[in-house]
């Protein structure tokens, strides 16, 4: 079992950042894969970054240039750096963390960008 807690969401003007931290307890040793999701009201869920064990990132194109993923393997953390966001960037934050052959979610975070 892998417990999962999320911390960094906030209210935020258009333009600004916010660092977004998820940290993993429990049985780390097997994590591999994290990733950030989010789910902003009336849509589904959608990916937004992910990092492998080795340092591979991909991004949603809607944030490339903009998100940075990166993680703590030390600390079993994994943190989302969002730069200029926008008002459309507005939902709950969700960490997944793979490890072995399951998958865990946090608890989510809000991140709401006011225009």
């Known amino acids: 079992q892998v417990q999962l807690v999320e911390s960094g969401g906030d209210l935020v003007q258009a333009g600004g950042s916010l660092r977004l931290s998820c940290t993993a307890s429990?049985?780390?040793?097997?994590?591999?894969?994290m990733r950030w999701y989010r789910q902003a009201p009336g849509k589904q869920r959608e990916l937004v970054a992910g990092?492998?064990?080795?340092?591979?990132?991909n991004y949603a194109d809607s944030v490339k240039a903009r998100f940075t993923i990166s993680r703590d393997n030390a600390k079993n953390t994994v943190i989302l750096q969002m730069n200029s966001l926008k008002p459309e960037d507005t939902a709950v934050y969700y960490c997944?963390?793979?490890?072995?052959?399951?998958?865990?979610w946090g608890q989510g975070t809000q991140v709401t960008v006011s225009s």
């Open positions: 990092i492998t064990s080795g340092g591979s990132t």
């Open positions: 429990g049985t780390t040793s097997s994590i591999n894969t």
């Open positions: 997944r963390v793979f490890a072995g052959l399951y998958g865990y």
